[in-house]
T-cell receptor, first 116, second 114 residues
């Protein structure tokens, strides 16, 4: 079956530090990959996505590249801000079950805390 | 933001009582999903719907049932709540082909079963 593994947190950084959150996946087909972000007390918001190998998703200074050879989709940001403090979820979309639309499999989430 | 609301937003109930959570969308998306979020597990799919009266089980469906009598509403019922069902519940919607493969999430319902 499909699975997503991401680094455990919490990750604590100082403002303007470089961020990497690792994500690796196992899938039977050719999934699309996503990063979602959850701010305190809120639902999940799509941060970025990539639909095929070597695609780079980017948004709000965050980037992630779909690496099929290493089955990875690591999230990076060059300079984090206090406002980036949140929980980040890596996910993949399985197109195998047509009735389910695009079934998402999530990683366990990584909490990021950015200190001023 | 996608038009998704969940009600109630918070609920405290006792073991053995029935509980129904509601998800309402104004986007006319075909697919709707119920997830639960627990520490260390990310989000896990409970049930999903691919159309009115068309539903199926997800990864953690035991103890839950769903109904969808119209496009905009997707109900999740705990027939007899247990403490293990204490969690945060999220509804999501998607419309493949229109919005790509993206799922849009509601604000969540925090449920405490005593």
């Amino acid at each position: 079956g499909n699975s997503v593994t991401q680094m455990e947190g919490p990750v604590t950084l100082s403002e303007e530090a470089f961020l990497t959150i690792n994500c690796t996946y196992t899938a039977t087909g050719y999934p699309s990959l996503f990063w979602y972000v959850q701010y305190p007390g809120e639902g999940l918001q799509l941060l970025l996505k990539a639909t095929k190998a070597d695609d780079k998703g980017s948004n709000k200074g965050f980037e992630a590249t779909y690496r099929k050879e290493t089955t990875s989709f690591h999230l990076e940001k060059g300079s984090v801000q206090v406002s980036d403090s949140a929980v980040y979820f890596c996910a993949l979309s399985d197109r195998g079950n047509n009735n389910a639309g695009n079934m998402l499999t999530f990683g366990g989430g990584t909490r990021l805390m950015v200190k001023p | 933001d996608a038009g998704i609301t969940q009600s109630p937003r918070h609920k405290v109930t006792e073991t053995g009582t029935p509980v129904t959570l509601r998800c309402h969308q104004t986007e006319n998306h075909r697919y709707m999903y119920w997830y639960r979020q627990d520490p260390g597990h990310g989000l896990r799919l409970i049930h999903y719907s691919y159309g009115v009266k068309d539903t199926d089980k997800g990864e953690v469906s035991d103890g839950y049932s769903v109904s969808r009598s119209k496009t905009e509403d997707f109900l999740l019922t705990l027939e007899s709540a247990t403490s293990s069902q204490t969690s945060v519940y999220f509804c999501a919607i998607s419309e493949p082909g229109l919005a790509g493969e993206t799922q849009y999430f509601g604000p969540g319902t925090r449920l405490l079963v005593l």
